[in-house]
């Protein structure tokens, strides 16, 4: 199995980055990571303004997936996601929800100890550890691995964990794949603009999938399929995600859209990912038992 260390790390996802892994399809990879502030809060006495803001969100990578074209799938499981023994958050003014109410900058160290995330003496909260921060080289311009798109990024989904598997829309040869950013413990929304930031290590297996396209992220697991979109506002990336999964699942049943449209509004569910990045998160999410009910398997 390869490693990569996290001292390869992008800023931005771009096909301009040159690749510091090559891999084939099948291949595992364990990928190391910063937190989202690159390891510089580790103690309440530090002053969060002190510290250098150009090296927040370091992504590590990227890594070259031979095969990997344009108008192609890069399929990513999460087969491990590991985190540290202590995790720090932020908050201040004009950062989250709650920014306009906030005098001056301030961070919490938080302890992770006997699968708990020490909050205080009286709190201590479970962890469920995620990845922030995933995806491949967008078709466009650079996007800063703070900012969510169609490529990932910085979605901030509480899904992407271990045993999820993602499928990214390849917009470049190679796809030139990185992640970072994990959390241990993070609600929808990050409210603050921060989950539990950690740093860790997740085990990754890559593969192409031909022949099938999704114009945004697609994540499955155990409990169903999800599709992520990334918009402006809330309502625009609830609409798309509505459409793109209808049109996702419509081709492999014979109902019509108006039949499609009448079961996602009685079984899907609109989620919400994330509300504080340059681009708000939502996913659309469809239970397994209704896909098996159809028959429906995506990406077999």
Known sequence: MKTLSRQDVIYAFSRLNKPVMHVQPGDTVTIETYDCFKNQLTSPEQEVAAIDWNEINPATGPIFIEGAAYGDLLKVTIDELEIGDQGVMVTGPELGVMGHRMEKMESKIIPIAEGKAIFNEQL?????????????APEGEPVS????????????????????????PVFTDGALFALGDF?????????????????????????????????????????GVALLVSAMTLDEAVKIAVEEMIDLLLPHTDLTVSEMTMLMSAAGETQISQVVDPLVTVRFFVPQPILDSLDINLFA
Do not use: W
Request: net charge negative.
């Open 124 to 136: 201590q909260l479970p962890l469920n550890p995620m990845i922030g921060v995933i995806g491949v």
């Open 183 to 223: 959390h241990a413990a993070m609600g929808d929304g990050e409210v603050s603009v921060s989950g539990i930031e950690v740093p860790g290590r997740a085990t990754v297996t890559f593969d192409v999938v031909k022949g099938l396209h999704s114009k945004y992220p697609v994540l499955q697991n155990a409990d």
């Open 145 to 168: 691995c703070g900012t969510p798109g169609a490529h990932g990024g910085n979605m901030d989904t509480k899904l992407i964990t271990k045993g999820a598997t993602l499928y990214f």
